[in-house]
């Protein structure tokens, strides 16, 4: 039986803004990610993917709803009773330049996080540096180097490292390759994955990149507008997508065969995006979408499965049994 290591239940996160606005940046996310697998996250820019990551973390504070890890609700508790949970989830921002101090160290940006939870004495911390720097494939003599003078690629391994050193068990990647070259991309992808298999961790890969996405992760969530449209295995979705939305995104990513490249078939989105500050009654994909219907405009946000573990939230799917469910 798999065992559940983050469980999101009803996740809510909302910004109010002036005039009694409000952006529903995620809303009413429920997802299980079990102890050992990458689960994958895609979308297009603005749907929310990396504040979910960042709401999970505890860097937003919830609207609603729960973020249990290992079977306790953390996103009720005071920072003196997060800090210990903080030190098993850690963060891989999208941009290492700016998530690192410019004023640290190497060695004091790694240490950092040694300190904060109390890990050892400053030998053993000294010593924890070093071999986590040489876990990322950085030379330990990097130590009283500054962030300025490492390349895209170096900057992401430190970065890493310092996500590394606490020992944690889950770890938030929140668009981790997407500003770097791409001939460096698949170097931090192997590394993130090697490190998988050495220590067990569990990743949330938030990524643009489809490719990437389908070569790390185990099952893959579409977001759009804030919501989860679909979730399946990664083969499975990549092979059956059944959201118009999935089906769309799918079809943009490049085949490396000139022949097949020249047949595939791209499937265009048209249709204006609606306002995030409004509440758009039934599925929100529905103006961009050539099959919706009236019905549309009633479903309720439901995520059915259609077998095999495939989650869809479309009226197409309403002949199976529509069920809320945490996946």
Known sequence: ???????????????????????????NIN??????????????????????GRTI???????????????????????????????????????????????????????EGLEIHKM??????ERKVFETLQLVGLNPEYVTRYAHEFSGGQRQR??????????????ICDEPIS??????????VNLLKELQEKFGLTYLFIAHDLSMVRYISDRVGVMYMGRLVEIAGKRELFENPSHPYTQALLS?????????????????????????????????????CKYATVICDQMEYKLINIGNEHYVMCTKYYKYNPVKISV
């Open 120 to 125: 050892g004495t400053k030998e053993m911390q």
């Open 31 to 52: 997802i299980e990610i079990y102890r050992g697998e990458t689960f994958g996250l895609v979308g297009e820019s603005g749907c929310g993917k990396s504040t979910l």
């Open 1 to 27: 039986m798999k065992e559940k290591i983050i469980e999101l239940k009803n996740l809510r996160k909302y910004f109010y803004l002036s005039g009694k606005r409000i952006l529903k940046a995620v809303d």
């Open 179 to 188: 500003a770097l070259d791409v001939s460096i991309q698949g170097q931090i």
């Open 252 to 288: 943009s990513i490049p085949i490396p065969n000139p022949r097949k490249e020249r047949k595939r078939k791209e499937i265009p989105i048209e249709g204006e995006i609606p306002s995030p500050l409004e509440t758009v009654p039934g599925c929100s994909f529905k103006t961009r």
């Open 57 to 111: 973390k505890g860097i937003y504070k919830p609207t609603a709803g729960q973020v249990i890890f290992e079977g306790k609700d953390i996103s009720k508790m005071n920072k003196d009773n997060m800090k210990y949970y903080f030190r098993y989830m850690q963060m891989i921002f999208q941009d290492p330049y700016s998530s690192l101090n410019p004023r640290m160290m190497v060695k004091e940006l790694i240490s």
């Open 158 to 171: 430190l970065a890493i490292a310092r996500a590394l050193a606490v020992e944690p068990k889950f770890i």
